[in-house]
Each structure stands twice: as structure tokens, then as C-alpha cells.
């Protein structure tokens, strides 16, 4: 295998990884992550372009019964790539809502919206009738443009794609280039810059090839010359998905640690929303399920969803309430206070001893009344209360049923003792 080929095996692993990785916020996201679905069909488009061009997939495509399959294959793939991210940017840079004057890039967005449509169709259609009219494919070919240099069937065909790729190579280099410009945060400037430099070299692949082709229609090259300026060219290719696939994900790193911490947070939640889910099954919108079940309910943002279960937590507290003894709470802080490791372990614990003591007082089918004393609250804002029930269902999971049963008979000792 040579270096070529194993950056080629790289270079679609880490497209189809991007894809991937925003393939979730594309398909199930809020209606700002649906418009970028046009984005994540463009990596996902050429991911597969990538792959057919990887040695094993292309040699096993080009030998099969349609000679050269690969070839197809790969353009055709790439064609809806290219329609998809023109449409993205139609989305992006096409809407303008201000009066007046309507700005140079949208009058240049909105001039692609109305033809890119037609002019994909019309490559997809003219490349099929070309690939199987006047394309050589008598012998299977391992490098599609240098095996072909010098024939003009495969020249023709293969400037049709260039010309398509080119162009739309250079309406996205324009319109990123002015989005650089203008941009406000570091790294979606870095992101924009890196993609406009990717698609300069495809305005420049493109160019490059179709010369030579031609060129080589009028003076074929040694066989020596075309396969090295294939690699070269190649290598360049490799070099603008690495650029564009980084530089596409720079602008969505922001998020990658808040996505991180909303799902650290499920994590650590889980155990206590299923427990007070389970005392209450009529609360949550969906019956409590696993981790695994949960961490992948793909239909609903993890933001969305600890929202939900915070308010569901404080919901089925406040059910608690009654059906836990009045001098609960004064218990279950002097435990957390002897057993606590330092001071800012005491609330926490506190309010976990509360829980789990109050969950079996419900469990023994403790009678309603009214409304047991619980802790204040302890966060002035949504991010704040999540934080906290992290941080108590962190000393949930500490608490052995035993041990909160202690804590309510010792309680219920004093409520009896006050009552005496």
C-alpha cells in the first residue's frame, strides 16, 4: 500500500466521522441543526465519494461487471454532494430581511438556488450517457485519468464533472471568503478560512486536470507522467478534505463541551430521576428506562431532556412532601452533618438523605398528608438547579437503603416524641 493510498483510507474515515458525528443534530435537531442538514448531506456525499476511491473499494468497483464502476459511482456521489452544500449555502447566505438594497452575496446565493438544481440533473444525465457511449472501458482502469490520457471520450466525460466541481468549487471559495471576512468569532473565522482554502485548490484541481487532459488529447504523455501527475494531483485533493473537514467542524467545536457536560449530567442524573420515576411512573412524558435507552432517545435534545428530568425530580419532591414525616428534614441534616467529609458535601447529602428516605416511606405505603419541610432552593437559574442535582445525586448514590431507613425510623422517633 502506498502513502497515497493509506491517506486516501484516512482521509474517508475522517469525512465519514464528520458525518457522523453531525448526523444527530441534522436529522433530530431544533429548526436551526435541520437547515444545516443540507451541510451534513454534503459530508456525508462525499464520504461515500471518498470510500470508492480508497484502493480495495476501487479495484473490486472497477473489476466488477460494469467496468470502471467506481468511476461512476464516485461522481455521482460527489454531484449530490456538491448540490447539497450549494443548497446550504442558498440557505445561509440566500436570506436577507432587510429593505433596500439586497447585497451582492445574496443576489449571487439566490442566482445559484435557481440553477444548481438543473444543473446537477443535467451533469448526473450527461455523465451517464457519456460513461456508457464514448468512455473506453475495454480494459478496467486503477487510475481513471492517467489510464485514459490521450483519449478524448474519457477527456469529454471527465470535463463535464470538472466543470461542474469547478464551478461550484468557486461559488463556495467566494461566498466563504466574504463569510471570513466578516466573521466576529475566532474560530468560525479559522473554520471559514480553512474551507475557503480547501476550495481554492478544487477550483485549482479541477483547472489542472482539465488541461491536462486535454492536452494530453493533442500530445498523449508517457505513462511515467500521467500516473505522477495523478498522484500529485490526488495528493492535493487529500490535502482539501483535510482542510474542509476540519475547517467544518471548527465552527461546531464550541459545542462538542457543551454536549459533553448536558450528557456527563444524564449520566450522573439517571439513577435518581429512575428511582423517583419509578415512585411516580404517572410524572415523566415517556415510562423511565435505561441509560443506554435514554442516552440514545436521538428525538430529543439533551438539553431538552435534562430540563425535563430536573423539573421531573422537583415534581415528584414535592409529591414526597407527603408522605415523609414533618422532622425528616432536621434527620436527615444531622446525618449528612456526621457523616459528611467537609461543609459542601452537608447540603447535598442532605437533600439526598431527604430522597431516599422519603422514597421509602412512599415505598411502605406511608399514608398522604400534609406537606413535610424540604430544603431551600439552592440555584437562582435552570443551570444552576441542574447543577445541584448533580451534585446531590452524586451523594445519592453514596446512601445505602439501610442507611436511609435509618434515617426515616430516626425521624419518626421524633415526630412521635413531639407528638407525645
Given at each position: ?5 493509506l ?5 474517508a474515515?475522517?469525512m465519514?466521522?464528520?458525518a ?9 435537531g ?5 437547515r ?5 448531506g454534503?459530508?456525508a ?5 471518498l470510500?470508492?476511491k ?7 468497483l472497477n ?5 470502471d464502476?467506481?468511476?461512476?459511482i464516485?461522481?455521482?456521489t460527489?454531484?449530490v454532494a ?8 442558498v440557505?445561509?447566505y ?6 433596500g ?17 438543473k444543473a446537477s ?8 450517457v457519456?460513461?456508457?457511449t464514448v468512455?473506453?472501458?475495454s ?7 492517467a489510464?485514459h490520457a ?6 469529454l466525460?471527465?470535463s463535464?464533472?470538472?466543470?461542474y466541481l469547478?464551478?461550484?468549487?468557486a461559488?463556495?471559495a467566494?461566498q466563504?471568503a466574504?463569510?471570513?471576512?466578516s ?11 480553512m ?8 477550483v ?5 486536470r482539465t488541461l ?10 508517457s505513462?511515467?507522467f500521467?500516473?505522477?501527475f495523478d498522484e500529485?494531483?490526488e495528493?492535493s485533493q ?6 474542509f473537514?476540519?475547517?467544518?467542524s471548527?465552527?461546531?467545536l464550541s459545542?462538542?463541551r ?8 444524564q449520566?450522573?442524573l ?9 415512585a ?9 428506562a435505561s441509560?443506554?435507552r435514554?442516552l ?8 431538552l ?6 423539573a ?5 419532591v414535592e ?6 414525616p414533618d ?6 441534616e444531622?446525618?449528612?452533618?456526621a457523616t ?7 447540603g447535598?447529602?442532605?437533600d439526598?438523605y431527604?430522597i ?8 411502605d405505603g ?6 413535610a419541610a424540604v ?10 438547579e441542574?447543577?445541584?442535582l448533580?451534585?446531590?445525586a452524586?451523594?445519592?448514590?453514596t446512601?445505602t437503603?439501610?442507611?436511609?431507613r435509618?434515617?426515616l425510623?430516626?425521624?419518626?422517633a421524633a ?5 407525645a
Amino acid at each position: 500500500m502506498t502513502p497515497l493510498d493509506l491517506a486516501g483510507y484516512l482521509i474517508a474515515g475522517l469525512m465519514t466521522a464528520v458525518a457522523l458525528w453531525r448526523m444527530p443534530a441534522a436529522l433530530w435537531g431544533d429548526e436551526d441543526d435541520r437547515r444545516r442538514r443540507a451541510l451534513w448531506g454534503c459530508y456525508a456525499g462525499f464520504a461515500a465519494a471518498l470510500w470508492t476511491k480508497t484502493r480495495v473499494v476501487r479495484i473490486g468497483l472497477n473489476d466488477s461487471s460494469v467496468t470502471d464502476l467506481s468511476v461512476l459511482i464516485k461522481h455521482y456521489t460527489a454531484t449530490v454532494a456538491i448540490l447539497a452544500i450549494l443548497s446550504y449555502i442558498v440557505a445561509i447566505y440566500g436570506q436577507y430581511a432587510d429593505a433596500g438594497d439586497v447585497p451582492r452575496h445574496v443576489r449571487f446565493a439566490r442566482l445559484i438556488q435557481q440553477v444548481a438544481a438543473k444543473a446537477s440533473v443535467a451533469t448526473l444525465v450527461l455523465l451517464t450517457v457519456l460513461f456508457f457511449t464514448v468512455v473506453d472501458r475495454s480494459v478496467p482502469s486503477d487510475r481513471f485519468v492517467a489510464d485514459h490520457a490521450g483519449q478524448w471520450g474519457a477527456t469529454l466525460y471527465m470535463s463535464v464533472f470538472y466543470l461542474y466541481l469547478g464551478t461550484a468549487s468557486a461559488v463556495c471559495a467566494y461566498q466563504w471568503a466574504l463569510a471570513t471576512a466578516s466573521a466576529g468569532l475566532r474560530r468560525l473565522r479559522i473554520g471559514l478560512g480553512m474551507m475557503t482554502f480547501a476550495m481554492f485548490i478544487g477550483v485549482g484541481y479541477t483547472v489542472s486536470r482539465t488541461l491536462f487532459l486535454w492536452v494530453s488529447v493533442i500530445d498523449p504523455p508517457s505513462e511515467a507522467f500521467a500516473l505522477d501527475f495523478d498522484e500529485i494531483t490526488e495528493a492535493s485533493q487529500v490535502v482539501l478534505f483535510a482542510f474542509f473537514a476540519v475547517g467544518a467542524s471548527i465552527p461546531a467545536l464550541s459545542n462538542v463541551r457543551r454536549r459533553a457536560k448536558l450528557w456527563r449530567a444524564q449520566v450522573r442524573l439517571h439513577a435518581l430521576w429512575y428511582e423517583l420515576m419509578a415512585a411516580f411512573p404517572d410524572q415523566p412524558f415517556d415510562p423511565p428506562a435505561s441509560l443506554v435507552r435514554e442516552l440514545t432517545r436521538f428525538g430529543t435534545p439533551a438539553d431538552l431532556r435534562i430540563d425535563r428530568w430536573a423539573a421531573d425530580i422537583a415534581d415528584a419532591v414535592e409529591k414526597l412532601r407527603h408522605y415523609a414525616p414533618d422532622t425528616l428534614l432536621a434527620a436527615a441534616e444531622a446525618t449528612a452533618e456526621a457523616t459528611a467529609a467537609d461543609r459542601e458535601r452537608t447540603g447535598p447529602l442532605t437533600d439526598a438523605y431527604w430522597i431516599k428516605a422519603a422514597l421509602a416511606a412512599h415505598g411502605d405505603g406511608a399514608a398522604p398528608g400534609d406537606a413535610a419541610a424540604v430544603g431551600t432552593q439552592h440555584a437562582t437559574d435552570q443551570d444552576g438547579e441542574v447543577a445541584w442535582l448533580v451534585r446531590v445525586a452524586a451523594a445519592y448514590r453514596t446512601i445505602t437503603a439501610q442507611r436511609a431507613r435509618q434515617v426515616l425510623e430516626s425521624s419518626t422517633a421524633a415526630a412521635k416524641e413531639q407528638t407525645a
